[in-house]
């Protein structure tokens, strides 16, 4: 009996660690989404449910007793559940700061100067199109790769991407996403509320006193958690930006044993239920006139173009100078078809998207900009580089 059991749960926890399942899981919960949005039957119960008002008013916030919380099952997923998401990220940042690919600057710089030129130039791109427009906030959409869905196509690729190039998209990624962070936090907040501030400082020097002390994880540090995210959700930086500080102050020798605790909730119940949330959204009667703007043309141009752009010219600027080499096995063709698949920007640019704009109408263009940008990124990137010996006159 136990053998039987093993046989079907061992490969079932192979699957879920594996970067293909996340992604299927996620275009699963969109086609799902975007369905019961789009079907008159479903949609009159599927799209209030997400946007329910709490206290029957518009605000952000919902006040319970003496406690300003998220006032809508939508604004609990994206402030609360997504803290969960990043407090992942930020671990997988600082685990690869401190014994990995981040771990020294020989091994760093090449995917830090390839994160930030992909993150340069589809903004440049982005605010070629929208310039002196009312879009312009949503500069930072094009911005951002979905780590998840970039790994999964590459490793359906196979042998055609070596394990170097798996690494150092990887590696791209994680400072992708912590450019990502650091957007959000400068950008895409509130006004300020100092008070809150001064105590998410106190929560952080209480838990390094506790970590200096070698004080053993547990329930005092969970508190401080859900105590820090409160406060970062009424200081007007936005709350998700908690669970990366939380990530930082976790001991090194917890760090991996964590990642694998949250690794399953966050990637099969919180990120679904996120893209559930996140892509209900009507479809335009004329969809095409509906993104022929440039906030569409702007985030499309960005992903597409502006991601292996920023990527491979970055790349080719540090290796032509001599300030970096190539990962072992790669060549400039394999780097321009990982610049495509890194325009895959999905959970990332529709979480920024929300940020963005307040309007319904502007945050659906963008989504479906999003989805539509990914959409081609996954398939140029997949031929690119599944047909790479019949495209062998590229730079070399």
């Known amino acids: 009996m136990v053998r039987i059991f093993r046989h079907f749960v061992n490969p079932l926890k192979a699957f879920l660690h594996d ?10 919960c969109t086609f799902i989404s975007l369905l019961l949005s789009n079907i008159s039957i479903t949609a009159d119960f599927y799209l209030p ?6 206290d029957g008013t518009n605000n952000h916030h919902a006040h319970l007793l003496f406690l300003s919380l998220p006032n809508s099952p939508l604004l609990i997923i994206n402030d609360f559940l997504m803290a969960f998401f990043f407090f992942l990220a930020g671990m997988e940042i600082k685990r690869e700061m401190v014994n990995g690919e981040l771990s020294s600057f020989k091994k760093s710089l090449l995917p830090i100067v390839a994160a930030i030129g992909g993150m340069i130039i589809p903004a440049i791109i982005f605010a070629i199109f929208n310039l002196g427009g009312n879009y312009m906030k949503g500069w930072a959409i094009p911005t951002a790769t979905d780590i998840a869905f970039t790994l999964g196509i590459a490793s359906l690729l196979g042998k055609r991407v070596p394990v170097s190039l798996k690494i150092f998209l990887t590696a791209l990624a994680i400072i992708d996403d912590l450019g990502a962070i650091v957007v959000i936090a400068l950008f895409y907040g509130g006004d300020i509320h100092f008070i809150y501030l001064l105590c998410c400082a106190i929560i952080v020097g209480l838990m390094l006193l506790l970590n200096k002390r070698k004080t053993s994880f547990g329930i005092i540090q969970i508190i401080l958690g859900l105590i820090l995210w409160y406060c970062m959700f009424n200081s007007g930086i936005h709350a998700t930006v908690a669970g990366v500080i939380f990530a930082f102050l976790i001991p090194v020798d917890l760090l991996k044993k964590f990642e694998l605790k949250i690794h399953i909730p966050v990637y099969f119940i919180i990120m679904p239920i ?12 004329d969809s095409l006139q509906a993104l022929s703007n ?4 702007g985030i499309i141009a960005g992903l597409c ?18 300030f970096a080499e190539l990962p072992s096995g790669v060549d400039w063709h394999k780097l321009i078809g990982a610049g ?8 990332m640019s529709i979480f920024i998207s929300t940020l963005a704009f307040n309007e319904t109408a502007k945050q659906d263009v963008a989504k479906i900009s999003v989805l539509l940008a990914s959409l081609i990124a996954m398939i140029a990137g997949y031929v690119f580089l599944q047909f790479e010996k019949k495209n062998r006159s590229m730079i070399k």
């Open 19 to 28: 970067s293909s399942a996340i992604g299927i899981s996620l275009l699963s």
């Open 49 to 54: 449910v997400w946007n329910f008002s709490f």
């Open 274 to 285: 996120f893209a559930l949330a996140n892509t209900a959204i009507i479809f335009p009667k």
């Open 294 to 297: 440039t906030l569409s043309w």
């Open 305 to 322: 173009f502006g991601k292996p752009l920023g990527i491979f010219s970055a790349c080719y600027f540090l290796v032509k100078k001599k």
């Open 340 to 347: 495509m698949l890194a325009g895959i920007g999905f959970t």
